[in-house]
């Protein structure tokens, strides 16, 4: 549903797996992410191998961002999102910064600096994760305001990249859209 001025906002997606083959997950989920409705997938980063964040026994993760156009409310967003990690087999144990097939955040929606049960904009670790601000930096201005937290090329600067790699292009599949074919 779009909002009241049923207005396109620039949204960032971050995405990230470490079970069932990690790059293909994130791989169809930027495909799923494509299909939403009232949405346009404007850009999409490259894939990064990252370590673990809490529990160190389980597998490297796979992350990535995408931006989206989208007239999708924030919850009817996230709702899409949770969605497509239940189609992924997500499964949630309450283990804390476990693995899991996908995890989908919403890590801006246009300028919105907004705290609602079970939805907070901008998603309040950006800051703190290279894996989240890495990928972002392949697909927003260096001058992105990250409300309430700064300016993204600051941010990654404060955190570090923590040394976090592209993983090479010939070692994933062909389901991403190629970066070239998208404004
Ligand atoms: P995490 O991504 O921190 O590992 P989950 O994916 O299990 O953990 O998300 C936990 C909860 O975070 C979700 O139930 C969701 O309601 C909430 N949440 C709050 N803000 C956001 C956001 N910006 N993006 C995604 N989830 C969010
Ligand atoms: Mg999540």
């Given at each position: 549903?779009?909002?009241?001025?049923?207005?396109?906002?620039?949204?960032?997606?971050?995405?990230?797996?470490?079970?069932?083959?990690?790059?293909?997950?994130v791989e169809h989920a930027i495909g799923e992410l494509a299909?939403?409705?009232?949405?346009?997938?404007?850009?999409?980063?490259?894939?990064?191998?990252?370590?673990?964040?809490?529990?160190?026994?389980?597998?490297?993760?796979?992350?990535?961002?995408?931006?989206?156009?989208?007239?999708?409310?924030p919850p009817a967003l996230l709702e899409a999102l949770q969605?497509?990690?239940?189609?992924?087999?997500?499964?949630?144990?309450?283990?804390?910064?476990?693995?899991?097939?996908?995890?989908?955040?919403?890590?801006?929606?246009?300028?919105?600096?907004?705290?609602?049960?079970?939805?907070?904009?901008?998603?309040?670790?950006?800051?703190?994760?290279?894996?989240?601000?890495?990928?972002?930096?392949?697909?927003?201005?260096?001058?992105?305001?990250?409300?309430?937290?700064?300016?993204?090329?600051?941010?990654?600067?404060?955190?570090?990249?923590?040394?976090?790699?592209?993983?090479?292009?010939?070692?994933?599949?062909?389901?991403?859209?190629?970066?070239?074919?998208?404004?």
């Amino acid at each position: 549903m779009a909002d009241a001025a049923g207005a396109t906002a620039v949204v960032y997606i971050g995405l990230g797996a470490n079970l069932n083959n990690p790059a293909r997950q994130v791989e169809h989920a930027i495909g799923e992410l494509a299909a939403l409705p009232q949405s346009r997938l404007g850009a999409v980063s490259r894939l990064y191998r990252t370590a673990p964040l809490g529990p160190q026994d389980q597998p490297h993760f796979v992350n990535a961002a995408v931006r989206l156009d989208s007239a999708l409310t924030p919850p009817a967003l996230l709702e899409a999102l949770q969605g497509i990690e239940c189609a992924h087999g997500r499964v949630r144990d309450g283990r804390r910064w476990g693995p899991r097939t996908l995890d989908l955040d919403l890590l801006l929606h246009g300028d919105l600096n907004s705290r609602q049960p079970g939805l907070t904009l901008p998603h309040p670790e950006i800051h703190r994760r290279a894996f989240v601000l890495v990928p972002l930096l392949d697909i927003a201005p260096p001058t992105l305001l990250v409300p309430g937290q700064g300016v993204l090329a600051e941010l990654l600067r404060r955190c570090g990249d923590d040394g976090i790699e592209p993983l090479a292009a010939d070692t994933y599949g062909s389901g991403v859209p190629p970066r070239a074919a998208l404004s």
